[in-house]
């Protein structure tokens, strides 16, 4: 089965970048859609951006369109989530998430079956 661990986040100023990572082991990574979650304290967990397992399609929430990226190397078992232009919104621990490459890329957290742990991005102002 595999394991995602996520890696990157850390505090950051308001209009800086930052780089997430979301590293896959113990299974067939290039079988999965993978997308970033995000949750901020009190909040329900949010969608922020998916790629399909070939990277020839990808979608992004509304909040994050034109600042972040979503990419994938599949030959490292590797996601990213580059992003630029963070606001004190985007504080969040952010969350990556795989599951099978059946149909079209989901938005909802509840299509997604494997998870990692998180890693915090707290956007100073």
């Known amino acids: 089965q595999v394991r995602l661990v996520e890696s990157g986040g850390g505090l950051v100023q308001a209009g800086g970048s930052r780089r997430l990572s979301c590293a896959a082991s113990?299974?067939?990574?290039?079988?999965?859609?993978v997308a970033w979650f995000r949750q901020a304290p009190g909040k329900d967990r949010d969608f922020v951006a998916a790629?399909?397992?070939?990277?020839?399609?990808?979608t992004y929430a509304d909040s994050v369109k034109g600042r972040f990226t979503i990419s994938r190397d599949n030959a490292k078992d590797t996601v990213h989530l580059q992003m630029n232009s963070l606001q004190p919104d985007d504080t969040a621990v952010y969350y990556c998430?795989?599951?099978?490459?059946?149909?079209?890329?989901?938005?909802?957290?509840?299509?997604?079956?494997?998870w990692g742990q998180g890693t915090q991005v707290p956007v100073s102002s």
């Open positions: 998430a795989g599951r099978p490459p059946v149909g079209a890329l989901p938005t909802s957290h509840l299509s997604y079956r494997t």
């Open positions: 113990g299974g067939i990574f290039v079988n999965y859609h």
């Open positions: 790629i399909n397992w070939s990277a020839t399609s990808s």
